[in-house]
């Protein structure tokens, strides 16, 4: 039976799973994807928690996430771009702040659990902003600001105020050739080992075949896999591309939003001018802050890229959304590999 066969086959799936594909709950625990507390995000038997390679900065949350497939069913492996899932699949991401980052299994705060569900008409959005008891999150597509502070990794009180995203802005980073597509469920992102309340899985993309999620799968030794964006053992240069694939490639791609910028930073993109370097900007003005290159080698200080990267200003900041903060350990990163470039 194929899963893109009809509006009978999408009832049984939607019945299965206890919801209906088109209709989110209100509530997240309607769902039924955890156990116990649901605070404790502790999944039921056949949601599998996943992790990435290099996670999107999304002003320093931590996330957790899990994958929800229709029973019997299978995820299509590609070699490149993002697995094919079917109709009926969840991809879940639970945002929270350890009170101590120093502490990351302690104490924490989730604010949003993101939701991207596959119906026969493709992904949809779907948002749940958890309440302060966090004892329930609920489906709200408006939208919110939530003050949270936090102890930062060198000892020191943070607060900002985060911004949760409104339904229809989740399409700026997660639309696809006219839809809305998942962003970090390639081979590459995913060809790790994991560790999942105690229990060590070697890969996790192995794991996945193994338990029969996922099809024409090869092996995760043929598997093209990217460097850690933070492993100082990996290439500085491996590990720039990395970061920048993952947080910029997705719009910064021929397919992508940015598209018509000229500026390919997916990992593919061996081209120096389209990624970047001696590479005038498309239309200059105070983003660019006249400067003339959006990566000039050597000059760090002088490339577009780094100093829209570290800007605050809605005109002028790259990403234009999903962050209030700046990632300096991501610029820091990139800075050395300008540095490093011939120019």
């Known amino acids: ?103 990351p299994d302690g104490a924490r705060r989730i604010l949003e659990t993101r939701i991207l569900a596959k119906t026969e008409k493709g992904w949809e959005a779907w948002p749940y902003l958890w309440n302060e008891e966090q004892s329930e999150a609920f489906y709200d597509v408006a939208g919110k600001s939530v003050w949270v502070s936090w102890i930062h990794f060198d000892g020191k009180k943070r607060s900002i105020n985060y911004v949760v995203p409104n339904k229809n802005q989740c399409k700026q980073c997660h639309e696809y050739k006219g839809g809305l597509s998942p962003i970090g469920l390639a081979a590459r992102h ?74 390919f930073l997916n990992i593919r993109e061996q081209v120096p001018m389209r990624l970047g370097i001696m590479k005038p900007p498309v239309a200059a003005g105070r983003a660019s802050a006249h400067m003339k290159f ?14 829209r990267m570290a800007s605050l200003d809605p005109g002028i900041m790259m990403p234009e959304m999903g962050r209030k903060t700046v990632d300096e350990e991501g610029i820091k990163l990139l800075r050395q590999w300008i540095s490093q470039m011939k120019n």
């Open 294 to 307: 959006s990566i000039a080698p050597g000059q760090p200080d002088q490339s577009i890229l780094i100093y």
């Open 1 to 103: 039976m194929h899963l893109q066969s009809g509006g009978i086959l999408t009832h049984i799936i939607a019945s299965l799973l206890g919801f209906h594909l088109n209709k989110p709950p209100q509530k997240l625990s309607e769902l039924g994807l955890f156990k116990g507390d649901i605070k404790n995000l502790e999944s039921h038997t056949g949601i599998i928690y996943y992790e990435l390679i290099n996670p999107l900065f999304s002003d320093y949350a931590y996330k957790i996430r899990f994958v929800k497939l229709p029973p019997g069913t299978q995820a299509t492996y590609h070699e490149s771009e993002v697995f094919d899932f079917p109709v009926g699949t969840l991809l879940i991401k639970n945002f929270y702040y350890p009170q101590d980052f120093r502490i």
């Open 190 to 263: 995913l060809n790790k080992p994991i560790t999942y309340y105690g229990q060590t899985v070697p890969n996790q993309l192995d794991f996945w075949a193994t338990m029969g999620l996922l099809k024409d799968f090869p092996g995760s030794e043929v598997c093209e896999k990217l460097a850690a964006w933070d492993d100082p053992s990996e290439s500085t240069e491996d590990r720039a591309r990395s970061y920048l694939d993952i947080n910029c490639g997705h719009c910064h791609r021929p397919e992508g939003q940015a598209s018509n910028s000229g500026l």
